[in-house]
């Protein structure tokens, strides 16, 4: 994180009752150096531990990467997670109507046009995503037009997907890695520099849509005035996302790929990833039969997995347009009824 002060990691950015694609790591607690967040992300030995518990890399972070897209005459960044050796899973709000993707797994950066670069060569996107977040699908998939030099080379990995049903009721321990805005949760995100950040969160809910598709978490800063689930204490390296973390990876402590990042969401009516906002992400666990086809088949799959060859565009799907580098002009699709719970003052 730029700033001095390290109280929050933010990916994902949301209005109140509004939630937007989402982005960035926005850093949480005051006792921890800004630095942790990067080396969470990057650096084979780190380890950290303070009163609130403790946290280390695993190689699995190694797999997310991150995305530069075009549609139409525009531009966008976000992030993603190998999987495969050439396939990469992200949002579908990045995969749905772009026209090329490139792909970094290193530390990113904000030059675009790096020679490590691996490009898209075919696109897909949930067939049963709308446009709509609070519906939830917000996953795609996107084949490289070769393997990962890196993954044969021993410096990046695949992410090990999660394939049972998660009781966000246990209030598990959750890593979240993306390449978006980053900042404070004081002061929100404020910043584009393309790195790649971690952070940590406790996954609290699903999203009330009778699912069990979208896993959420809020943005922790010790006071019950900023929390919506569970206990208001912040995590060892208390996090949440931001403009650009989309399609990014939400992780078990141990490295398993939990969730993919969706939205964020602003209760307080602020878009910008501060305390007390909640991030979605998209539940890998309710896609694996999904993903398993497409990889197999290089085709349209229906949402039970079922290849479709020849079928085209299963749906029409709506544009949604994806958190810039240089922007914060999302655009809003209203999540009114997203919680059951308002929030506690």
């Known amino acids: 994180m730029p700033t001095c002060e390290v109280r929050n990691v933010i990916l994902g950015v949301v209005a109140m009752l509004f939630a937007h694609p989402a982005?960035?790591?926005?850093?949480?607690?005051?006792?921890?150096?800004?630095?942790?967040?990067?080396?969470?992300?990057?650096?084979?030995?780190?380890?950290?531990?303070?009163?609130?518990g403790s946290i280390a890399f695993d190689s699995d972070f190694r797999s997310v990467g991150q995305i530069y897209g075009r549609r139409g005459s525009s531009g966008f960044s976000a992030s993603g997670v190998l999987i495969d050796d050439d396939w990469v899973l992200t949002a579908a709000h990045v995969t749905d109507g772009a026209s090329s993707?490139?792909?970094?797994?290193?530390?990113?950066?904000?030059?675009?046009?790096?020679?490590?670069?691996?490009?898209?060569?075919?696109?897909?996107?949930?067939?049963?995503?709308?446009?709509?977040?609070?519906?939830?699908?917000?996953?795609?998939?996107?084949?490289?037009s070769a393997p990962a030099p890196c993954y044969s080379a021993g410096t990046c990995e695949t992410a090990e997907l999660n394939t049972t049903a998660l009781d966000p009721s246990l209030k598990p321990l959750v890593v979240e890695i993306g390449f978006g805005r980053t900042g404070t949760g004081s002061g929100g995100a404020t910043k584009f520099d393309g790195l790649k950040r971690g952070g940590t969160?406790?996954?609290?809910?699903?999203?009330?849509?009778?699912?069990?598709?979208?896993?959420?978490?809020?943005?922790?800063?010790?006071?019950?005035?900023?929390?919506?689930?569970?206990?208001?204490?912040?995590?060892?390296?208390?996090?949440?996302?931001?403009?650009?973390?989309?399609?990014?990876?939400?992780?078990?402590?141990?490295?398993?790929?939990?969730?993919?990042?969706?939205?964020?969401?602003?209760?307080?009516?602020k878009a910008n990833s501060?305390?007390?906002?909640?991030?979605?992400?998209?539940?890998?666990?309710?896609?694996?039969?999904?993903?398993?086809?497409?990889?197999?088949?290089n085709a349209n799959c229906n949402a039970s997995g079922t290849a479709l060859l020849g079928a085209g565009n299963l749906l029409a799907?709506?544009?949604?347009?994806?958190a810039e580098p240089g922007s914060l002009a999302l655009l809003g699709l209203a999540l009114a009824g997203l919680l059951a719970s308002r929030r506690r003052r």
């Open 23 to 52: 982005s960035a790591v926005v850093i949480g607690n005051a006792d921890t150096n800004k630095l942790d967040y990067m080396w969470l992300a990057t650096d084979p030995a780190f380890s950290y531990s303070n009163a609130f």
């Open 101 to 144: 993707l490139k792909f970094w797994l290193d530390k990113g950066g904000t030059n675009f046009s790096r020679s490590s670069a691996m490009l898209a060569n075919g696109i897909y996107t949930h067939p049963n995503w709308t446009g709509s977040l609070a519906s939830g699908h917000d996953i795609g998939l996107f084949r490289l």
């Open 201 to 269: 969160n406790i996954l609290d809910a699903f999203y009330a849509n009778g699912l069990n598709n979208i896993l959420l978490a809020d943005f922790d800063s010790g006071s019950g005035l900023d929390n919506y689930f569970g206990s208001s204490t912040p995590t060892v390296m208390e996090a949440i996302i931001a403009p650009g973390d989309s399609g990014g990876g939400l992780f078990t402590a141990d490295g398993l790929l939990l969730g993919i990042t969706s939205f964020i969401w602003g209760l307080d009516g």
């Open 274 to 297: 501060d305390f007390g906002d909640t991030a979605g992400w998209s539940n890998v666990a309710t896609y694996g039969s999904w993903i398993a086809c497409v990889i197999a088949n």
């Open 317 to 322: 799907v709506k544009e949604v347009r994806i």
